[in-house]
């Protein structure tokens, strides 16, 4: 046996057959007991198992009739909320589903039908861009509602296809399964790759959730995160339901409201990223409370680092136990996880394998000993065997997927992740590839070259920045090209900072050394250190510094780059309105990044400084 395989065995496969389907499994729940709670609306009102059976059923047999395929694919951009996983369900059932974020911009939707080449599209608003730019495109269009009360839904317009779309070249695996879950995500190159994730990967991902979580019939999960995304719609939802459980998944996420659903919903468990626990964190120092319910067994955090201080403090707040895990979006989300108390969890470690095998190589494919840092690769039920359409000639090593992550493994067999080949950046949960935000930067009539880079951030993972070089004798303002960028750009693509060189770094052949680059700008990105002057900027510099926790930073410094996130400008905002009495909009503060910016426009607003506490 490799020396990284599982430690766990092969728990994970326990009561499952590899030919079983998603809709079989949650089959044999609505059999024992489908009238119990599958998916929470509200506090008192559910869909029961067997509904929710129904309604996915519905919505199927629409998808068949409208596509006229015979295994459609299926594109669903998803919205926030639990009557997503309606959509979903019944996309599977008939075919395939390819889960988009139903946020996408008009540009980014033509971009993502055209490489998933779907033969229906679904979507539960119709007046939607996702909608609009299908019909444009002549493809067909069922479109649902959710009845008031969530247990049924209705298809209410059907939209047949203008155009015959082609999708069968693309359709299947070479072993001729046709995947449950189609998704675009990044390699090496940061060249957007098909993932086809089959029903036998994704059962085996909720059954690797099942055995580290010690899910249960009586479990109830919460989440806040969005479900076109493997963390949301695999990890929570579809884990939940696999074991026969119950979910809430947030329409929207503030601090207020969640620890308003934590309350209603009595969770046993909850699952986010890193940058909503610390907004939690943060929410409840702020306060000067801690949550009012004690139901929790544990809690996940995935999709970034988090930070093992950040764990000690979450535990303590939550009084349970936090498993940080690893997974991709090639591994239906979760493979590693840390272990319920009595076994180990190791703060700084994703955990050990579950149920599959894990090696670390070096560049040449050797395998290393505990201790070395290497590339992990992995192989297992869970595991794709093979992307979909083009092959990456580097994709696989004797049958293990590259996962471009570098780590070591310690002598207890727990992962521990380093840095990544990758060029992709993982921005709070979001797969941001730096060649689409090149692109976007180079339409900018200014900008003659440009890169986009990553550096760490303490909520998001990583942030996204980028430098650019302006065509001779054009003066350009950093903030026109974001502006520009936003209007092509989903809002967590666009970078937050954006430094004006003289020349971008390259190798010998012209190649843009994308990963020295904030090394080679270091001294343009440290804090300018900026002391304020002013009453405005004094109290504002303050401000900021309590709630990004930080004593380096001066006026003339960007927030977002040194530690604020959405949430945490949710929260100055506040403050500012309590003390300034005047509300700052998150759009004004994303304007007005520096704290001598927002000084500028309170003072233009003629606030009250005397209504200021000494």
Not at 91 to 112: S, V, W
Not at 448 to 477: C, M, N, Q, R, Y
Not at 557 to 566: K, T
Request: charged share 20%.
């Amino acid at each position: 046996m490799n020396r990284f395989k599982s430690l766990w065995g092969g728990a994970a496969n326990l009561g499952r057959s590899d030919n079983e389907t998603i809709q079989q499994r949650i089959r044999r729940h609505v059999e024992r007991r489908g009238g119990t709670p599958a998916v929470w609306f509200a506090p008192d009102q559910f869909c029961s198992y067997s509904q929710m059976y129904e309604n996915a059923t519905v919505i199927s047999q629409a998808l068949k009739s409208a596509s006229g395929a015979s295994i459609p694919r299926v594109c669903f951009p998803m919205p926030r909320g639990s009557s997503a996983l309606y959509g979903f369900l019944g996309a599977i059932e008939c075919g395939t589903c390819c889960p988009l974020d139903g946020k996408l911009r008009q540009n980014e939707f033509d971009e993502a039908y055209s490489v998933l080449l779907p033969d229906v599209v679904l979507s539960s608003e119709p007046q939607s861009i996702g909608v609009k730019v299908a019909a444009a495109a002549g493809i067909a269009i069922v479109i649902y509602e959710v009845s008031s009360d969530h247990g049924n839904c209705r298809i209410i317009d059907v939209k047949p296809a203008k155009n015959v779309r082609r999708a069968d070249r693309l359709m299947t695996l070479t072993s001729g399964v046709v995947p449950a879950v189609l998704m675009r995500t990044s390699g090496t190159t940061a060249q957007p790759k098909l993932v086809g994730l089959t029903h036998a990967n994704v059962l085996a991902a909720t059954d690797t959730m099942r055995v580290a979580f010690e899910l249960t019939e009586s479990d109830v999960c919460i989440t806040p995160m969005p479900l076109h995304h493997v963390h949301g719609l695999i990890a929570a939802a579809l884990s939940a339901l696999s074991a026969g459980s119950s979910i809430h998944c947030c329409e929207t996420f503030s601090p207020r409201s969640f620890d308003q659903a934590l309350r209603d919903y009595a969770p046993t468990w909850l699952t986010a990223a890193p940058a909503l626990h610390i907004a939690m964190n943060d929410y409840y120092a702020g306060q000067n409370s801690t949550p009012s319910i004690r139901t929790l067994r544990c809690f996940r955090s995935s999709s970034a680092p988090l930070a093992p201080a950040s764990i000690a403090r979450l535990e303590e707040l939550y009084a349970a136990p936090l498993l940080e895990t690893y997974g991709l979006t090639e591994t239906a989300s979760t493979l590693c996880s840390n272990r319920l108390p009595p076994g180990k969890r190791k703060p700084g470690s994703v955990g050990q394998a579950i149920g599959a095998d894990l090696k670390i190589v070096d560049p040449e494919g050797r395998e290393l000993p505990a201790g070395q840092d290497g590339e992990v690769i992995l192989k297992g039920p869970g595991v794709i065997s093979e992307y979909v359409g083009t092959q990456p000639a580097d994709a696989f090593i004797d049958g293990y997927l590259r996962t471009g992550d570098i780590g070591r493994v310690d002598g207890d067999g727990y992962l521990y992740i380093v840095g990544r080949l990758k060029e992709v950046i993982k921005r709070g949960g979001h797969s941001v590839f730096p060649l689409e935000i090149d692109n976007a930067l180079l339409d900018h009539p200014g900008v003659a070259e440009a890169v986009t880079f990553s550096i760490p951030h303490p909520t998001l993972g990583e942030d996204v920045l980028a430098a650019i070089v302006p065509k001779a004798g054009s003066v350009v303002l950093p903030s026109s090209i974001r502006e520009s960028a936003a209007e092509v750009l989903s809002g967590y693509k666009v970078p937050t900072r954006i430094l004006v060189v003289e020349a971008i770094p390259r190798n010998a052949v012209g190649k843009v050394m994308r990963r020295d680059v904030p090394s080679l700008l270091a001294k343009q990105l440290a804090p300018a250190r900026i002391a304020a002057t002013k009453p405005t900027e004094q109290i504002l510099l303050a401000i900021w510094l309590e709630i990004i926790q930080r004593d380096d930073i001066g006026i003339t410094d960007n927030v977002f780059e040194f530690g604020a996130d959405p949430l945490r400008a949710e929260m100055a905002a506040a403050k500012i309105d309590q003390r300034f009495g005047v509300r700052f909009s998150l759009k004004q503060i994303f304007a007005q990044p520096t704290v001598k910016e927002q000084a500028a426009l309170l003072d233009n607003k003629g606030a009250q400084h005397a209504r200021l506490p000494a």
